[in-house]
């Protein structure tokens, strides 16, 4: 016993315990301090994305998508200005692919912002990401995070058959002598 009336090894107990449950309060801590974190660069990473998309949309692609696509012969369609502006569309999805494949943020909530604009870049894309698909050189390499986001259950879009589909409306109806 100790001059003061205490057991050495008692307190040498209480000592271990106090180290230990402080060391499991620090470890909580940093793993809620760690998930704030986490949280607070997804939410910066989607205002972000939020506004690249907006910027783009209202910058020509809303219009593109929407409006002078369905209207253009499949000559225009085939112009170079159009084949830039959709490689860059599959070019930003691909970078999404990516994003929501590697889990960066909350797929759902990019999701469910986003997939119509999603859709609409597949459907206008569909008969050359197909031949893309095909090609053994290209496919899967270059668009693998394109074919994961059309996947998803979310998206559900089938790329083969969108394309199939554009080929079967601009096939040049049947002569007839």
Known sequence: MSAWGWNPESVAAAGTVVAAVSLIVAIIGGARANRHNRKDRALQAFVSLS??????????????????????????KRSPEVVVELEAMLNWLEWMGLVVKKELFDKDLLLDTLTPV?????RASAVRLQADIENPDKGKKWW???IHLAELPEISFDIAEAAREQREKTAAPPVHD
């Open 51 to 76: 506004a690249d998309i907006r910027d783009r949309w209202e910058g020509g692609w809303g219009k593109l998508l929407r409006e002078d696509l369905p209207a253009m012969s499949e000559e225009e």
């Open 118 to 122: 999603i859709k609409d870049i597949l």
């Open 144 to 146: 693998g995070n394109v």
